[in-house]
């Protein structure tokens, strides 16, 4: 294509998309199966996924991090509850390894004010890096593990008068995501937010019940003009996740298509 169509084109943001390392798994088909699930969640939006995991080397890190636009934290193992300065109290199957690539990304994007998506594992990440805890195991969250039984679902309350609101609800007017505005969204986590678990400049988005108070299941920025948010729930697996959550995954491609100068181009 040549003229000024072509002109108007460009690439498609890179989005460094961080994973489970499929070898550390005992079902690596599986592990596999779930990567390919956040990858074609950028493809669909229009994005240039850049999968990693801990087993790149130095190089492969620091180039693919240099070059992002968007940074995608995805789900997993739970992180080292050292990082947040308390001792193990329920975490399974830790890996340092990606808690250090994950921290390495995160500061990068933090630093050049990149987008940032956080999905479970990538929420509770997030809320670590800013110097927020974890409470390491909360019954009733986990459910079935994936695809080996319906998911778990349960009702995200949205935060009145929040940016995820307003992307969720398709550019509602601020105060929207007031009370009743909830959605209905799978669970796969067993570590999660606890309100006064929230790191400093972060504002909870979403919410949820349990047996001890309240959880945030979404949150955000509390700076307008940085996008950051993250999810608890799994909106990749669009089997058990409402239709709504595909706004988000394309509005964080656009957030990181303005940030690299490009427009996103929608993949079949």
Do not use: W
Request: aromatic content about 4%.
């Amino acid at each position: 294509m040549t003229g000024p169509e072509s002109a108007l084109r460009a690439d498609p943001p890179r989005i460094l998309v961080t994973l489970a390392d499929p070898a550390r798994s005992h079902r690596p088909d599986l592990a596999t199966r779930k990567n390919e699930r956040y990858l074609d969640a950028v493809r669909r939006s229009g994005g240039r996924p850049v999968p990693i995991d801990e087993q790149a080397s130095d190089d492969e890190r620091a180039a693919s991090i240099a070059s992002m636009d968007g940074l995608l934290l995805s789900g997993g193992v739970d992180l080292d509850p050292g990082m947040y300065g308390h001792p193990d109290r329920g975490a399974v199957d830790v890996q340092r390894g990606r808690d250090r690539l994950e921290q390495a990304a995160y500061a990068d994007a933090r630093a050049r004010r990149l987008p940032v998506l956080g999905i479970c594992r990538g929420l509770q990440a997030i809320n670590v890096f800013e110097g927020g805890r974890l409470l390491q195991h909360v019954d009733g969250h986990q459910g079935p593990s994936y695809l080996e039984g319906e998911a778990l679902v349960h009702e995200l309350r949205l935060v009145a008068g929040t940016r995820l609101a307003r992307v969720l609800l398709d550019g509602a007017a601020p105060g929207a995501g007031g009370a009743g505005a909830a959605l209905t969204v799978n669970s796969y986590h067993h570590q999660a937010v606890r309100e006064d678990d929230l790191a400093p400049g972060l504002r909870a988005a979403g919410t949820s019940g349990f047996a001890g108070g309240t959880l945030v299941e979404a949150l955000e920025s509390a700076d307008p003009d940085r996008f950051l948010f993250a999810v608890q729930c799994h909106p990749e697996r669009p089997e058990s996740t409402p239709a709504e959550f595909e706004r988000l995954f394309r509005a964080f491609v656009e957030a990181a298509s303005a940030r690299a100068g490009a427009s996103p181009v929608a993949r079949e």
